[in-house]
């Protein structure tokens, strides 16, 4: 790839790596769930299967999570940098001249630092995505249709790109179905058995997981695929959403750069380029599937972030014809500028962690050159207090917690909370006096079914309170 590749690489991975090491918090909740349920597959291996952490994604993930969280965030780093590594293996393909820029394309897109190493389904289906690809190019059938089979395992939307896969197969120079459709009907037969054995490839992963799940579990995962009601708990709203997801997830230097590669001809007529039309196909489901309010999308811009390798080389596409017209001293106005709003990643800054929880005001935060860490939040704190305050002065009571965050907070220490749902011999006013509960405003009562008025009508005494009264402690009396 060439020395001046590998050192922007290396730039771009020290950035990530600096994040990793730096932040404090978690970009999602659900990271802290993935992870506790890849590393309890070494307690119970059926764990491995979890339909909503992906099976996929804990095969990947569930070895480095039993050497913690951190070893697991570097093992999902690395996975990204692969990706990274495979993007500018198909650059040289392709034969862009400039493939030495790509590494800071795509790790200064301003989403990237942040989610090249979080234990999620993102940074895995992302890798498994461009090395579908990387294979099919290459004519290494059967590890590309092994990869898009398993693209379903570790992200649901994945088995809309092993269709495209298998369309991009059939309708391929010699392929079955553009036999049958130039009317070469004996050809079509002769090519039908590879087609055949391809599909079953790609299906293999699909098959083996769910019959396991169903043997281990019984649970049937395909079955979500066909659970496709407009969603009652997250929200619904405009097609163009994701769009904008893309703009300020990208960046905005990276997305100009972007529609200028697309802009850009030449590229016409190569079947080769035809997989990646996933990328924009993708986009345009979730975009749908939002709008539509199914699957429980909830509309997240990092479900985008697989998009990353693509964006990347559309937008060298895009540098390389601004070089042509405007010669090379346009790098030194395009390099600077991806590489400044990449560590000022505008789109952190601008969110703030508590948004999504009712009671705590709005965050009044100053602009920085460089975006500051990740931390916990303020309702983190504050469920970092309470887990604190449990273990000094209830550490010997059985005590419950709804929230993820406190199993992190705890980890392997002796105290632990036990994270269950409420049922009919577990409810607030059935558990026995003395009981202690961290209740906090995301969770309990949404999730749980927990109010504070269920508390005060069941025997419960408020004893200490955090985070602008969003984390409480209750004990039963």
């Known amino acids: ?3 001046w ?5 290396a730039i771009g991975f020290g950035w990530s790596l600096s994040r990793l090491v730096m932040d404090r918090g978690w970009i999602i909740d659900d990271e802290l769930s993935h992870y506790f349920i890849s590393r309890s597959v070494w307690d119970d291996p059926r764990e491995l299967l979890h339909p909503w952490s992906r099976p996929g994604r804990n095969l990947i993930q569930f070895v480095p999570s039993y050497f913690g969280l951190t070893a697991a965030r570097l093992w999902t780093l690395a996975l990204s940098a692969v990706a990274v590594w495979l993007t500018g293996r198909e650059a040289k393909r392709l034969h862009l001249t ?21 234990v999620l389904t993102e940074a895995p289906f992302m890798l498994v995505w461009i090395a579908g690809i990387f294979f099919a190019v290459r004519q290494r059938m059967v590890l590309a249709a092994l990869c898009f089979g398993a693209l379903g395992l570790i992200r649901h939307e994945g088995i809309a790109l092993a269709v495209l896969w298998g369309l991009w197969v059939v309708f391929a120079d010699g392929g079955f179905a553009r036999h049958l459709v130039e009317r070469r009907v004996r050809e079509a037969w002769e090519a039908l058995p590879s087609a055949v054995v391809l599909g079953m490839w790609t299906a293999l992963p699909i098959v083996v ?18 659970d496709s009601q407009p969603t009652e708990r997250y929200a619904s709203g405009a097609p163009w959403l994701y769009l904008q997801h893309l703009l300020i997830g990208a960046g905005v230097p990276v997305t100009i ?15 080769d380029l035809v ?18 309010g199914l699957f429980a999308s909830g509309g997240y811009y990092l479900f985008i972030m697989p998009m990353a390798p693509w964006i990347g080389l559309v ?11 405007f010669g090379t001293r346009v790098l030194w106005v395009i390099i600077p500028l991806v590489i400044w709003s990449g560590l000022a990643m505008p789109q952190r800054q601008a969110q703030d962690p508590d948004d999504d929880v009712a009671g705590i005001p709005e965050l009044d935060t100053e602009w920085k050159w460089i975006a500051p860490p990740l931390d916990e939040g303020r309702l983190g704190r504050g469920l970092r207090d309470a887990t604190e305050w449990v273990e000094a002065n209830a550490a010997d009571e059985d005590w419950l917690a709804h929230h993820v965050a406190v199993t992190h907070f705890l980890d392997d220490k ?20 003395g009981t202690v509960l961290i209740w906090d405003a995301k969770y309990s009562a949404d999730f749980h079914d927990v109010s504070l008025e269920r508390l005060e009508t069941g025997g419960w005494d408020e004893v200490a309170t955090y985070a602008h009264q969003t984390v409480r402690i209750f004990v039963k009396q």
Do not use: C, K
Request: net charge positive; aromatic share 20%.
């Open 98 to 118: 400039a493939v030495w820029l790509l590494p800071l394309l795509i790790w200064f897109q301003w989403w990237f630092p942040e989610l090249s190493y979080p």
């Open 257 to 271: 750069l972007l529609v200028s590669g697309l802009a850009r001809r030449g590229w016409e007529g190569r079947w």
């Open 1 to 3: 790839m060439g020395r």
């Open 315 to 325: 937008a060298l596409r895009g540098v390389e014809g601004l070089r042509e017209r």
């Open 209 to 226: 997981v769910n019959a396991l799940t169903w043997r281990v579990r019984g649970e049937l995962p395909f079955e979500v695929f066909f």
């Open 275 to 292: 997989l990646y039309v996933t990328y924009p196909v993708y986009l345009v489901m979730h975009s749908v599937i939002y709008w539509r």
């Open 5 to 9: 590749f590998w050192l922007t690489f």
């Open 414 to 433: 002796a105290v632990g909370a036990r994270l269950e749902p409420w049922d009919e011999r577990n409810t607030p006013e059935a558990l026995t006096a």
